[in-house]
T-cell receptor, first 116, second 116 residues
Framework: AQTVTQSQPEMSVQEAETVTLSCTYDTSESDYYLFWYKQPPSRQMILVIRQEAYKQQNATENRFSVNFQKAAKSFSLKISDSQLGDAAMYFC?????????????FGKGTHLIIQP | DTGVSQDPRHKITKRGQNVTFRCDPISEHNRLYWYRQTLGQGPEFLTYFQNEAQLEKSRLLSDRFSAERPKGSFSTLEIQRTEQGDSAMYLC??????????????FGDGTRLSIL
């Protein structure tokens, strides 16, 4: 079974600065997908960014980018120019590829605090 | 795109009662997922449907949990003989997935269940 570990229960960053959230995972599969989701307080989970394991190029979405290290099974999220609206729980998630794909496996999350 | 809709938003019930939650996915999405999220944890995958077929149900927490998607549109999750440990947020998600597992899941706001 796959597992996802987020070792930082909470992170704090000054507004406009850069922060990196860590995620490691364990799998025996070679093809899979990785995701970062954001869950603001009392609001729905929103997809931030996704990465296909077969792609070497790191995904980017505006101020959000990932550092995907397949051999190390590491998938960190970098948020540049942090904004107050970035404050939320951030979850790293794994999903197998192909016909066996079912639900996402999530980490426990990192609570991101933005200091004004 | 009206998003994933879940009803009710909150449910308070006494231990031993049965409860049913409803999820309406995004209209063109063929896959529908149920997750449970307890306080301080990431969502935990329970079950999913592709159209009306329930393709994975071994992750349902006990035989008190069941889900249906009779016409391949909305879905219901039922918990029979509720217990204190069932108190959690129940999340529904949907995706337009052709089977590769690469399409993002869109989440609803969730139903928060409180057992008295």
């Amino acid at each position: 079974a796959q597992t996802v570990t987020q070792s930082q229960p909470e992170m704090s960053v000054q507004e406009a600065e850069t922060v990196t959230l860590s995620c490691t995972y364990d799998t025996s599969e070679s093809d899979y997908y990785l995701f970062w989701y954001k869950q603001p307080p009392s609001r729905q989970m929103i997809l931030v960014i996704r990465q296909e394991a077969y792609k070497q190029q790191n995904a980017t979405e505006n101020r959000f980018s990932v550092n995907f290290q397949k051999a190390a099974k590491s998938f960190s999220l970098k948020i540049s120019d942090s904004q107050l609206g970035d404050a939320a729980m951030y979850f790293c998630a794994y999903r197998t590829s192909g016909g066996g794909a079912d639900g996402l496996t999530f980490g426990k999350g990192t609570h991101l605090i933005i200091q004004p | 795109d009206t998003g994933v809709s879940q009803d009710p938003r909150h449910k308070i019930t006494k231990r031993g009662q049965n409860v049913t939650f409803r999820c309406d996915p995004i209209s063109e999405h063929n896959r529908l997922y149920w997750y449970r999220q307890t306080l301080g944890q990431g969502p935990e995958f329970l079950t999913y449907f592709q159209n009306e077929a329930q393709l994975e149900k071994s992750r349902l927490l006990s035989d008190r949990f069941s889900a249906e998607r009779p016409k391949g549109s909305f879905s219901t999750l039922e918990i029979q003989r509720t217990e204190q440990g069932d108190s959690a947020m129940y999340l529904c998600a949907s995706s337009a997935d052709g089977g590769l597992g690469n399409q993002p899941q869109h989440f609803g706001d969730g139903t928060r269940l409180s057992i008295l």
